[in-house]
C-alpha cells in the first residue's frame, strides 16, 4: 500500500475513532448457525407494532438481512408476516439494482448465484467459468475484451425505482439496531412505511466495490456505530455499514431524534475503511449514489470490469440456439 493512501486510510481512522463507538456488529460465515434477535414469546412487530392479538402472524422465517447478500442464519423475531411481503418489493428492486455485480461476483444468494439475462443475451456462472452469450443486435448486454491484458468490460442494463433500494437497506439498518436505539429513529421508520414517494433531501449511500480476488470480505458483515457522547464534529447518530463478497455499502440512518442537535446546520458524513482496504485491496468502485427518486430508472447502463485467466470465444447461430 503506497504512503499516501496509508496516511488517508490512518486519518480516517483516527475521524471514526473521534467520533463513533461500534454499537453492534454481526458477522455471519459459511455454516454459522441460525441467530435468531428479540424473544420468541409474546412477538410484537417491530414495523407495524402490532402483534398476534390483532390477528397478524409469525409463521415466516424474517431475514434480519436480505439473503440476497448470502445471509442465510441471522433472523429477527419482531417482523410479521405482512411486513415481510410488504417489503419485498424493495428486496426485489435491491436485487435488481445488484444483479450484475452479484452474478459476476458470485454472490449466492436464495436461489444460488444469480444470472443476468436481457432480451436473448445472458451471463451465467457455471462452476468455475463466466459464461457470456452475446447475440448480435442485442443491445442490452455489451462485452469490450482486452485479450493481450486479459480484461473483460461488461456493460448490462438495470431496471430499478432508486427509493426502494434505499428502503431496502434502511429496513436491514433497522432491523439490527437495538431496542433502545430503535426508539430513537421512528422518523426512519415511518418513512420506511410511507408509500413510495420522492422526497425533497438526497439519500446518500456509499457504494464500494473492491478488486483483486473474489470475496475478499470472506463473511457477511453488518454493522452499527452510534455517535460518541463527546464526538468532535457533527456527525450523524448512527451509520449502516454492510459489506460482504467484494461489495461494502454505508449510510446514515436519516430520521433519528438525536440528530437534532445539528439545527438545521450541514452534518458530516464519511466513508469508514474496511479490511480489504486495510489488506492493502484497492477499491475499483468508490461512488456516492443519490437513492432519493421514486421514479423507476428503466434499462440504465451499469459496467462492470474484471480480469480473466483463460478466455474461449464460440460463435454460434441464434437460430439453432433457439
Not at 417491530?46 to 433472523?75: P, Q, Y
Not at 424493495?90 to 443476468?116: N, Q, T, W
Not at 452510534?226 to 446514515?252: E, G, H, T
Amino acid at each position: 500500500m503506497d504512503e499516501k493512501l496509508t496516511k488517508k486510510i490512518l486519518e480516517q481512522l483516527r475521524v471514526l475513532d473521534k467520533n463513533y463507538i461500534p454499537l453492534v456488529s454481526f458477522p455471519i460465515t459459511d455454516g454459522s448457525p441460525k441467530n435468531f434477535l428479540g424473544e420468541k414469546e409474546n412477538r410484537t412487530c417491530r414495523f407495524c407494532g402490532r402483534s398476534k392479538t390483532d390477528g397478524i402472524t409469525f409463521k415466516k422465517e424474517a431475514h434480519a438481512l436480505s439473503n440476497l447478500v448470502g445471509n442465510d442464519s441471522l433472523f429477527s423475531y419482531y417482523e410479521c408476516d405482512e411486513c415481510n411481503q410488504r417489503f419485498s418489493i424493495y428486496e426485489s428492486d435491491f436485487a435488481e439494482f445488484m444483479k450484475i455485480y452479484h452474478c459476476i461476483l458470485k454472490v449466492k444468494g436464495k436461489r444460488g448465484i444469480p444470472s443476468y439475462r436481457m432480451n436473448t443475451s445472458r451471463v451465467d456462472i457455471e462452476g468455475t467459468t463466466t459464461s457470456i452469450k452475446q447475440y448480435e443486435g442485442d443491445p442490452t448486454l455489451q462485452c469490450d475484451i482486452d485479450e493481450v491484458n486479459k480484461k473483460l468490460k461488461i456493460t448490462a442494463l438495470r431496471t430499478y425505482t432508486p427509493i426502494h433500494v434505499y428502503k431496502a437497506l434502511v429496513k436491514m439498518a433497522l432491523t439490527i439496531l437495538p431496542e433502545e436505539d430503535f426508539e430513537h429513529c421512528k422518523s426512519a421508520l415511518n418513512f420506511l412505511n410511507q408509500e413510495p414517494v420522492s422526497v425533497n433531501i438526497p439519500l446518500p449511500v456509499v457504494v464500494q466495490m473492491y478488486g483483486q480476488g473474489v470475496d475478499v470480505h470472506h463473511s457477511v458483515m453488518a454493522a452499527i456505530f452510534k455517535r460518541r457522547d463527546d464526538a468532535k464534529d457533527k456527525v450523524f447518530s448512527y451509520v449502516f455499514l454492510l459489506a460482504y463478497n467484494n461489495m461494502c455499502f454505508q449510510m446514515p440512518i436519516y430520521g433519528c431524534d438525536l440528530d437534532k442537535f445539528a439545527e438545521g446546520e450541514p452534518v458530516n458524513f464519511f466513508a469508514i475503511p474496511t479490511f480489504p482496504l486495510l489488506d492493502g485491496y484497492p477499491l475499483i468502485l468508490n461512488s456516492v449514489v443519490d437513492l432519493s427518486s421514486s421514479e423507476k430508472k428503466t434499462k440504465e447502463p451499469i459496467s462492470v470490469s474484471f480480469s480473466f485467466a483463460d478466455f474461449e470465444r464460440t460463435d454460434f447461430n441464434s437460430s439453432a440456439e433457439q
